[in-house]
């Protein structure tokens, strides 16, 4: 055994332009504030941002949920503590399964002991209204749950006709919205959800490491009227609120400790949210989005889905025949230092997974990713047949 300190150099990772499924673009005022001193967790001043924090969250989820907080952990984390807190086992849940993240639920739910009900729907549309709704009818499952944002496709899904089937026999419905939350409309009270997830490195633009949550009020009472113990300490959210939100003049309850730097960056990250808008928001994604598609069209590419089912943060472009997806991708980041994404499961080869999230959602983004896409293209051997670039910037000049 060698007993000599090794001497490793010190890190500095090139700044990358990240255009994939994330993580996203950090913004600098983001950075920055992970610079700042560290607290306690239980310190007054960090109880405050704590505060603050899930004043914001419910902004961006656009609910008036008291327990919306950031789960200590990634998008995954919030994921498996809504099915984890709602599901006892033996309890029967319908997952409506369009993408990869549909089958990870069916994982993390099967992994709890609950018995789940599968909806097998096309990965690259939308969830099939009419079977969820024949498996509903046919179950006696309390629960339903369906991915907002599947980032494994660049598909959108309406979460109006899933309430409206989980209120034919007063159900819980889970949503996952981790790509959507921060440029898409969640909606969590207009839409009725119980139960939705986030992650913080995608429309948010912070680094991974928190899940943002929200649980409403029936759910809340669902997980207190348990027969067994929530199957994860860690998620158990009555032991999370005793941390989060202890009545007025109580001390807060130690949980375990928050990672306080990551909280700094979900507080700026939140704050320029804010400051920008929703609506505002929306409307720049949707914008970029287009532009994009424009050029992607121009060449003669084309988009996995249908345009009135297409993410605005996650955009699934069509893999020429003929052409190698990793060869493409590596050329864009040895190249251009630009990072996106390949397809997952059945879509492995097939896409190009191009994320304009948060920060990252910007015309020179756009632009420069269709230059380096056409160049590298090129170098497979696929010739466009019109200049991505040139559309995109006639799209943004009307």
């Given at each position: 055994?060698?007993?000599?300190?090794?001497?490793?150099?010190?890190?500095?990772?090139?700044?990358?332009?990240?255009?994939?499924?994330?993580p996203s673009p950090v913004d600098d005022r983001v950075l920055r504030s992970m610079a700042?001193?560290?607290?306690?967790?239980?310190?007054?001043?960090?109880?405050?941002?704590?505060?603050?924090?899930?004043?914001?969250?419910?902004?961006?989820?656009?609910?008036?949920?008291?327990?919306?907080?950031?789960?200590?952990?990634?998008?995954?984390?919030?994921?498996?503590?809504?099915?984890?807190?709602?599901?006892?086992?033996?309890?029967?849940?319908?997952?409506?399964?369009?993408?990869?993240?549909?089958?990870?639920?069916?994982?993390?739910?099967?992994?709890?002991?609950?018995?789940?009900?599968?909806?097998?729907?096309?990965?690259?549309?939308?969830?099939?209204?009419?079977?969820?709704?024949?498996?509903?009818?046919?179950?006696?499952?309390?629960?339903?749950?369906?991915?907002?944002?599947?980032?494994?496709?660049?598909?959108?899904?309406?979460?109006?006709?899933?309430?409206?089937?989980?209120?034919?026999?007063?159900?819980?419905?889970?949503?996952?919205?981790?790509?959507?939350?921060?440029?898409?409309?969640?909606?969590?009270?207009?839409?009725?959800i119980d139960a939705c997830y986030s992650g913080t490195q995608k429309a948010l633009s912070?680094?991974?490491?928190?899940?943002?949550?929200?649980?409403?009020?029936?759910?809340?009472?669902?997980?207190?009227?348990?027969?067994?113990?929530?199957?994860?300490?860690?998620?158990?959210?009555?032991?999370?609120?005793?941390?989060?939100?202890?009545?007025?003049?109580?001390?807060?309850?130690?949980?375990?400790?928050?990672?306080?730097?990551?909280?700094?960056?979900?507080?700026?990250?939140?704050?320029?949210?804010?400051?920008?808008?929703?609506?505002?928001?929306?409307?720049?994604?949707?914008?970029?989005?287009?532009?994009?598609?424009?050029?992607?069209?121009?060449?003669?590419?084309?988009?996995?889905?249908?345009?009135?089912?297409?993410?605005?943060?996650?955009?699934?472009?069509?893999?020429?025949?003929?052409?190698?997806?990793?060869?493409?991708?590596?050329?864009?980041?040895?190249?251009?230092?630009?990072?996106?994404?390949?397809?997952?499961?059945?879509?492995?080869?097939?896409?190009?997974?191009?994320?304009?999230?948060g920060s990252g959602s910007t015309e020179n983004n756009v632009l420069l990713l269709l230059?380096?896409?056409?160049?590298?293209?090129?170098?497979?051997?696929?010739?466009?047949?019109?200049?991505?670039?040139?559309?995109?910037?006639?799209?943004?000049?009307?």
């Amino acid at each position: 055994m060698n007993n000599d300190a090794p001497v490793i150099p010190a890190l500095t990772p090139p700044r990358r332009i990240l255009l994939g499924p994330g993580p996203s673009p950090v913004d600098d005022r983001v950075l920055r504030s992970m610079a700042a001193p560290l607290l306690g967790h239980l310190d007054p001043l960090f109880i405050r941002t704590m505060d603050e924090i899930q004043t914001m969250l419910r902004y961006v989820f656009e609910t008036n949920n008291r327990l919306t907080i950031p789960v200590s952990g990634t998008g995954s984390a919030g994921m498996e503590g809504t099915v984890a807190n709602l599901l006892e086992p033996g309890e029967e849940v319908v997952l409506c399964i369009n993408g990869y993240f549909g089958e990870r639920m069916f994982d993390m739910v099967s992994r709890l002991g609950a018995k789940p009900i599968r909806v097998e729907c096309e990965w690259g549309g939308p969830v099939d209204i009419e079977k969820t709704r024949e498996a509903w009818r046919n179950s006696n499952a309390q629960v339903l749950f369906a991915v907002q944002a599947e980032t494994s496709t660049g598909v959108l899904q309406d979460i109006a006709p899933l309430s409206e089937i989980v209120k034919e026999r007063d159900g819980y419905l889970i949503v996952d919205a981790v790509t959507s939350l921060g440029a898409h409309s969640v909606g969590v009270d207009r839409n009725h959800i119980d139960a939705c997830y986030s992650g913080t490195q995608k429309a948010l633009s912070c680094p991974p490491g928190l899940s943002p949550v929200t649980f409403s009020d029936r759910a809340i009472a669902k997980v207190k009227a348990r027969q067994t113990k929530v199957s994860s300490w860690y998620l158990d959210t009555s032991l999370l609120t005793a941390y989060w939100d202890s009545p007025a003049g109580t001390p807060r309850t130690y949980h375990h400790t928050a990672p306080i730097t990551m909280n700094y960056a979900l507080h700026e990250g939140l704050r320029i949210v804010a400051e920008e808008g929703l609506e505002a928001r929306a409307k720049r994604h949707e914008r970029n989005h287009s532009a994009l598609v424009a050029g992607v069209e121009a060449m003669g590419l084309g988009m996995h889905v249908a345009p009135e089912y297409r993410l605005w943060t996650l955009n699934a472009v069509s893999v020429p025949d003929g052409v190698d997806d990793a060869k493409v991708r590596a050329r864009l980041l040895n190249e251009f230092d630009i990072e996106v994404g390949g397809g997952l499961g059945a879509l492995k080869g097939k896409i190009l997974r191009v994320g304009l999230m948060g920060s990252g959602s910007t015309e020179n983004n756009v632009l420069l990713l269709l230059a380096a896409l056409e160049k590298s293209l090129k170098a497979e051997g696929f010739m466009p047949k019109d200049s991505g670039v040139s559309a995109a910037a006639d799209f943004y000049a009307h």
